[in-house]
């Protein structure tokens, strides 16, 4: 058996948490491969909705097996927080939720490295979700991080030396670190649940669950215009969030990757700074924030909101390697009159259709229009019943992308999605 690979093609937020509980039943293993608390993966049934950073979508669906990859960046005290909450509804986690030993540890002093790095950019903010994502991977590349295994293992002593590495750094920023107490008194407290899991090496567990045949779906955070390699540097998050990063993040085989699903929103968002060439400013994007309901699930900030990018989402299919798309968030275009698509860029007065090394304001969207369906479809259960104007919609994208759109999703809800023939 291969492991599938479900992951974002725009900047995130695209709807994977909702697919991944859609698709699990099928699965035995669902593994997150890299990122951390900055994802926020909302998922909704029977009239409960939840959020989840850390943990893996593929919770809720009966007794399968949640792992948390060696790619993923653990924050304990967060971490604490969301099993807590998920103990509360009732979803019990010790069984069936493993973590990588290879897992990295997000330090209370990595959150204070990242507003204060974040702070010295002045005008050049990343936009960061605040979370010490960009100084635990940088950390765990310059080989001073510390890892989930370390917890069992002399780790006081691991601990305050990367902690008086970080404070010095701090100190010559002349930061704020008043609030680092209260952050490491929930930390260690995170550290004491975080005990209460079984640490594995997780290659191990995955590469053994290839062999015996097991279905393995594998979890990616972020989107592909996010990836630190190419995304758009350096508005990116610290990881790979590319199909690659699936191998890096658990530890299989390129060979052992079977489907690659990209998802994507019918328009586009974005959330933090950086280029996005299709961003609208007008009532068309306030629009889509509000039926859309574009606001950050971690942060709360309101997302950036355009139409949909086929440059962009050629070259995510590109290096993603994806076999099936699934369309998110139709729903939102229902009432839309029009509903316009970027076919390429123009750029110093030449049409461009490869996504290019720098965005700038330079770039121009260069769209085509078509008819928007103008029907209610969040009720609808099966593709027979899609209207004309979207049957072209979905046609038209998968003309330009060149890859199926195997499924289609109408509304928030495990319900609202329809697998197409
Ligand atoms: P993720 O990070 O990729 O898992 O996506 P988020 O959970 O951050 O953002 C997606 C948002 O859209 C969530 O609030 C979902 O509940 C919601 N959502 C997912 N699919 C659909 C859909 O088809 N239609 C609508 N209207 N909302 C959706
Ligand atoms: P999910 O998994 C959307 C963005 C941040 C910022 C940049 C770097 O829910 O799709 P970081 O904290 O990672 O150093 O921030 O990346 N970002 C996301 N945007 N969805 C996410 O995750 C994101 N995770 C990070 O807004 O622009
Ligand atoms: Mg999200």
Same mark, same amino acid.
């Given at each position: 058996m291969k #492991? /599938? #690979?479900?992951?974002?093609?725009?900047?995130? /937020?695209? *709807?994977?948490g909702k697919i991944v509980d859609v698709l699990t039943p099928k699965y035995e293993v669902v593994a997150r491969f890299q990122g951390g608390p900055?994802? @926020?993966? &909302?998922?909704? %049934?029977? *009239?409960?909705?939840y959020v989840l950073r850390s943990v893996p979508s593929g919770i809720f669906q009966g007794n399968k097996i949640n792992i948390i990859g060696n790619g993923v960046v653990l924050d304990p005290a967060l971490f604490k927080g969301e099993i807590e909450s998920l103990e509360a509804s009732g979803h019990e986690l010790t069984k069936r939720l493993l973590i990588s030993k290879k897992a990295h540890l997000i330090l209370p002093t990595h959150?204070?490295?990242?507003?204060?790095?974040?702070?010295?950019? @002045?005008?050049?903010?990343?936009?960061?979700? $605040?979370k010490g994502i960009g100084p635990t991977y940088t950390?765990?590349?310059?080989? +001073? *991080?510390?890892?989930? $295994?370390d917890i069992l293992h002399r780790f006081d002593e691991k601990y +305050?030396?990367?902690k008086s590495k970080h404070l010095r750094i701090l100190e010559q920023y002349g930061y704020d670190i008043s609030a680092l107490a209260e952050i490491e008194k929930e930390w260690f407290e995170g550290i004491a649940k975080l005990?209460? %899991?079984? %640490?594995?090496?997780?290659?191990?567990?995955? +590469?053994?669950?290839?062999?015996? /045949?097991?279905?393995?779906?594998?979890?990616?955070?972020?989107?592909?215009?996010?990836?630190?390699d190419f995304g758009s540097y350096p508005f990116v998050t610290s990881s790979n969030t590319i199909a690659a990063g699936a191998c890096t993040g658990l530890g299989i085989a390129p060979k052992e990757v079977g489907e690659v699903f990209g998802i994507f929103k019918a328009y586009c968002t974005r959330v933090g700074s950086g280029p996005f060439p299709t961003e609208l400013f007008d009532e068309v994007g306030d629009k889509l924030r509000k039926f859309g309901f574009e =606001? *950050?699930?971690? !942060? $709360?900030?309101?997302?950036?909101? @355009?139409?949909?990018d086929l440059v962009a989402l050629r070259y995510a299919i590109m290096v993603d390697g994806v &076999?099936?798309?699934?369309?998110?968030?139709?729903?939102?275009?229902? !009432? =839309?009159?029009?509903?316009?698509?970027? #076919?390429?860029?123009?750029?110093d007065g030449e049409r461009v259709t490869e996504f290019p090394f720098e965005i700038d304001d330079n770039i121009k969207p260069i769209y085509i229009e078509m008819k928007g369906w103008q029907t209610d479809m969040t009720k609808m259960r099966n593709e027979e019943e899609f209207p004309q104007e979207f049957n072209d919609y979905v046609s038209f994208l998968e003309a330009e992308l060149g890859v199926p759109i195997k499924i289609v999703s109408t509304g928030p809800d495990r319900d609202q999605t329809i697998v197409r023939k």
């Open positions: #492991v /599938d #690979v479900l992951l974002g093609l725009q900047w995130g /937020d695209e *709807g994977k900055n994802a @926020g993966h &909302t998922l909704e %049934f029977e *009239g409960k909705k959150r204070l490295l990242d507003a204060c790095y974040e702070a010295a950019k @002045g005008d050049s903010k990343i936009g960061t979700t $605040g950390d765990k590349i310059s080989r +001073n *991080g510390l890892r989930v $295994g +305050n030396a990367a005990k209460e %899991f079984t %640490f594995i090496d997780s290659e191990h567990y995955i +590469n053994k669950a290839i062999k015996e /045949d097991k279905m393995i779906l594998a979890e990616g955070a972020q989107g592909t215009m996010l990836d630190i =606001f *950050g699930s971690v !942060t $709360g900030r309101p997302r950036r909101c @355009g139409w949909i &076999t099936q798309l699934i369309m998110m968030k139709s729903d939102v275009l229902d !009432t =839309f009159e029009t509903i316009k698509a970027c #076919v390429a860029y123009e750029i």
